[in-house]
């Protein structure tokens, strides 16, 4: 168990100073690893996206289909179940899901007058949400207690505008500071129901406008009496609460522990299990899916019962902001620690080793560019895809720019991430030097992360035994969707200091 994290939740919560750390010093305009290779998207329709995706039966539904190209472009549905309907303009999908469980296969269809594209999905109407990873944008680490209903609806625009939600982000989630703050009364209405601040006018037309944009709304709270912000949290109000959620429309929740620290340590497990039991047994009666995304920073072992009490994601780790740096950037650090729970990801159950800091981060008055270099950024989203981790950005969508959007949105590195096999990636081999990190992957091949940790340049390389391959394999670089041809036995690759080649190997 994790005490300096709770204390850092818990004392410093919204007011510590951000160190997306990294001992690389600030980006030089020479930066050369900081180079684009990711290719764009040709102007005909490419449909991205998970393959599969998990409903309850008959709640609201609610999809937009990821999808590059030129538009306008025309969507079509083949095999959409009764009850769903989709908007040939925009590809929203929307309507109710099938009252019975069971699977639903069709096929999503995309054409322009460049071309046209299909994609198999298979809607999985069950008691299982999150079957891939959930992908979106969280305000944490760029605003803080700043964070406005303003922001939130100016993300969501963007997600549209910037092409990710054509990649498969669709949440746009709120942290914490939407509440009241202590001392800021009265906290609930006459009946008990959460009073947002006023920097949240309307809580329920912002989810109304998220939805509007084909895209899901995600928000934040504590267990405990206080956030770890200081704002109102949960405690004693949990089923008016998830239901006030529910109505306002939202599709995610993340429960942040922060003050429940002062009603039960987090040693003991049942302590622990206890709050999160409560409101996931609370989240499954609502009457709309409620992605449900645990965060008490890994005690008493959440990767062991996170699934358990209804959590479809689990924080492993203390915040990724707040990891200092010594000789690993932070979020290599965090992510070491993540990859050691492989054995429980699963589909609808993830760990999450936190936000993508990248971009435009920090608290108000000290934002700046990410001190990571280009190298580190493809490292860090390498690992986070191969550990089938959520894949929440987390930096300013307002400032997004070409670099950022080339690390964020590439359809064959976010593949890894959302492969319908649910599979974490595992470390096969790691020195003070280097680190191999294989995937296995639906289609029988496999994703293979070749890293190196040190501050030269290095060799690094992977035999095929060790991927249950034997003879000839086909290697493709995935960040720049290059084939780079067939190989015998052992594959090795030039990595620079702090980077990866992240390639699909394939019998
Ligand atoms: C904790 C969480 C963070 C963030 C803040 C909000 O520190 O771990 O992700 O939600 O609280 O106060």
Known sequence: MNKRWILTAALMGAFSVLSVASPAAAPQAADRSKVILT????????????????????????YRIPCTGERPISFAVKGLPGGLAVDAASGIITGTAPAAAGRYPMTFAARNDKGSAEREFVLVVG????????????????????????????????????????????????????MKKKGETPYRDGKGVILPNAKFPDIKGMVDFIHGKGLRAGLYTSPGPWTCA?????????????????????????????????????????????????????????????????????????????????GNCWRTTGDLGNEASDTLPGFLKIGLSNAGHFAQA??????????????????????RPTPLT???????????C?????????????????FTLNILCNNEVIEIDQDALGKQGRIIRKTPDEMVMVKELEDGSRAVGLFNLGVTPKDVSISFRDLGFS?????????????LGNFRDTYAARVNPRGVILVRVTK
């Open 230 to 310: 200081g704002y109102v949290g949960s405690q004693g109000y949990e089923e008016l609460d998830a239901s006030t959620f529910a109505a306002w429309g939202f599709d995610f929740l993340k429960y942040d522990w922060c003050s429940y620290g002062d009603t039960a340590a987090g040693e003991d497990r049942e302590k622990a299990m206890k709050p999160y039991k409560l409101m996931g047994d609370i989240l499954k009666k609502q009457s709309r899916d409620i992605v449900y995304n645990l965060c008490q920073y890994g005690m008493s072992n959440v990767w062991e019962w996170g699934g358990s009490v209804g």
């Open 39 to 62: 290719p764009k998207p040709g102007p005909e329709p490419n449909i991205n996206g998970p393959k599969v995706f998990g409903v309850r039966p008959g709640r609201p539904f609610l």
């Open 471 to 483: 003879g000839k394999a086909g290697v493709r670089d995935l960040w720049r969707q290059k084939n």
């Open 386 to 402: 191969l550990m089938a981790a959520p894949l929440i950005f987390s930096g300013d969508m307002s400032k997004l720019d070409d």
């Open 127 to 178: 008691d299982t949400l999150a079957l891939t990873p959930p992908m979106g944008w969280n305000d944490w680490y760029i605003h803080y207690e700043g964070i406005t209903e303003k922001h939130m609806r100016e993300a969501a625009e963007t997600m549209i505008a910037s092409g990710m939600a054509d990649y498969g982000y669709m949440y746009v989630n709120i942290d914490d500071c939407w």
């Open 346 to 367: 699963k589909p609808g159950q993830w760990n999450d080793p936190d936000y993508i800091l990248i971009g435009w981060v920090g608290n108000t008055g000290e934002q």
């Open 374 to 384: 280009g190298d580190e950024q493809y490292t860090y989203m390498s690992m986070w």
